[in-house]
């Protein structure tokens, strides 16, 4: 019912930046928030920041202060500004979307992931 496309990733150095951007088409009606998990390699999947059709967000603490999250409206899309990238930044960035606005970490609905590299 509802498709994420995401883009943005990419190589980039210490310190920094990059955009990651996420996409909603179909029933974008019955999204309650949006936002992004990462993955590094052989580690679990956690949930970087999410914004709600309220516009409240919320951040992962070890990003705070350097992303920030926001939505065109317009457009449909969700976009997640990332900067002062670390090297433990790195890892594949998932897109979700959740149906439900009291459960807004559920993810309901990925993208297909974007690789993040933060290296010199």
């Known amino acids: 019912q509802v498709q994420l496309v995401e883009s943005g990733g990419g190589l980039v150095q210490p310190g920094g930046s990059l955009r990651l951007s996420c996409a909603a088409s179909g029933s974008i009606f019955s999204i309650g928030a949006m936002g992004w998990y990462r993955q590094a390699p052989g580690k679990q999947r956690e949930l970087v920041a999410f914004?709600?059709?309220?516009?409240?967000?919320n951040y992962q603490n070890s990003v705070k202060g350097r992303f920030t999250i926001s939505r065109d409206n317009a457009k449909n899309t969700v976009y997640l500004q990332m900067n002062s990238l670390k090297p433990e930044d790195t890892a594949v960035y998932y897109c979700?979307?959740?149906?439900?606005?009291?459960?807004?970490?559920?993810?309901?609905?990925w993208g297909q992931g974007t690789q993040v590299t933060v290296s010199s």
């Open positions: 979700y979307a959740g149906r439900v606005l009291s459960a807004a970490t559920r993810a309901d609905y």
């Open positions: 914004i709600t059709s309220g516009g409240t967000t």
